[in-house]
């Protein structure tokens, strides 16, 4: 399995930013996919994810704030973020709920 995480940037407080993930090595739909985040000196955060074909499941500091979602047909895994805040501040990662081998993240970067 291949990840590739992007769309990470720097954006101020309050913005919005959309990451990618381009999934490979998959077969079928995209369940139980999600995306993590890691600061420095932190575990790695499951943030967001499938839980099986239709369910979704967020971590409480980014409930109402961030949407995962997903295109089976392009094996890609999407993340909205709205309303960032500067504890959004991180490299993101997608993987599965049980994590593959992991693959390059993206970095977001919230200022105030």
């Known amino acids: 399995v291949q990840l590739q995480a992007s769309g990470g940037g720097l954006v101020q407080a309050g913005g919005s930013l959309r990451l990618s993930c381009a999934v490979s090595g998959i077969i079928g739909s995209l369940n139980n996919m999600g995306w993590y985040r890691q600061t420095p000196g932190k575990q790695r955060e499951l943030v967001a994810t499938?839980?099986?074909?239709?369910?979704?499941n967020y971590a409480d500091s980014v409930k109402g704030r961030f949407t995962i979602s997903r295109d089976n047909a392009k094996h890609m895994l999407y993340l909205q973020m709205n309303n960032l805040k500067l504890e959004d501040t991180a490299v993101y990662y997608c993987?599965?709920?049980?994590?593959?081998?992991w693959g390059q993240g993206t970095e977001v970067t919230v200022s105030s």
């Open positions: 499938f839980i099986g074909s239709d369910r979704t």
């Open positions: 993987n599965g709920r049980v994590p593959y081998n």
